[in-house]
């Protein structure tokens, strides 16, 4: 409802065994692959300066995109890099769309919260995610604690948060807000009554029962039940 990103059977495809110094990734992504990191990651000014290059086909140039788009905003890495394991979802143009990105980048917010949660006190917590979502599902269902909306609510959400003007709130101040928050101000369930497309029904459904969402690099499963996740053994 937030992002639009689609929930499916299909899981993403991650080979952490692909490399970039490879004959099949140089015909799928072309010259860039001389340029990479190492064996498995490219920086995003490689990958850029290879989108903007004439010495490269549309195909090359637009699994690029996807790839970078995948690498850096769906499940990024710390190292701000582009790994090259997605590329095995990206080989079939036609094939893209029926994975289920929503639960790849959703695993990774998990995984990404239970390490800042877990991160020593005197390091800064920071999350390498699709945080964004945090704070739209904030906005949410506490409105009272956000900045006022731009467009009107529509599905995805996200959209209609686009420009919003955050208040400046530290993190202490934040939680004493939400302890003594009046009940009356939350919103339980604030996707109710909302249109929804076929699509984000089907995340819904999934949200009810017990679904494995696998992450990249070794990320465990998560467990989907009754709308709580967790991570599965």
């Known amino acids: 409802m937030i992002t639009s990103l689609p929930f499916s059977e299909r899981n993403v495809i991650f080979d952490d065994c692909m490399k970039w110094h490879s004959d099949g990734v ?7 692959v001389d340029l990479a ?4 990651h490219a920086s995003m000014t490689v990958i850029m300066a290879a989108i903007r ?12 995109f996807l790839l970078a788009l995948v690498s850096r905003v769906m499940a990024p890495s710390r ?3 582009v790994h090259v394991g997605f ?3 990206l080989q079939d143009f036609r094939a893209v769309s029926g994975f289920i990105w929503g639960g790849l980048a959703y695993s990774h917010l998990l995984y990404e919260m239970k390490y800042a949660s877990r991160t020593s006190p005197e390091s800064s917590p920071s999350i390498a995610a699709l945080w964004s979502v945090l704070e739209i599902w904030m906005y949410e269902h506490f409105p ?4 006022a909306r731009t467009r009107d ?6 959209a209609s948060w686009i420009g919003a003007v955050r208040g400046r709130m530290s993190l202490a101040s934040s939680r004493r807000v939400l302890r003594v928050l009046p009940i009356e101000e939350v919103v339980w369930r604030p996707f109710v009554d909302a249109p929804t497309p076929v699509q984000a029904m089907h995340a819904h459904f999934l949200s009810q029962r017990r679904v494995l969402l696998p992450g990249a690099g070794g990320v465990p499963l998560y467990v989907v039940f009754g709308g709580t996740s967790v991570p599965s053994a």
Not at 37 to 40: G, N, P, V, Y
Not at 53 to 64: G, K, M
Not at 144 to 147: E, F, R
């Open 26 to 32: 140089r015909e799928l992504l072309g010259p860039v």
């Open 87 to 89: 590329l095995t979802a």
């Open 79 to 81: 190292n701000n890099r």
């Open 53 to 64: 290059s004439v010495d490269i086909t549309a195909e090359q140039r637009v699994r690029l």
């Open 153 to 158: 609510a529509a599905y995805p959400y996200a």
């Open 144 to 147: 009272t604690l956000a900045p």
């Open 37 to 40: 990191d190492d064996d498995t």
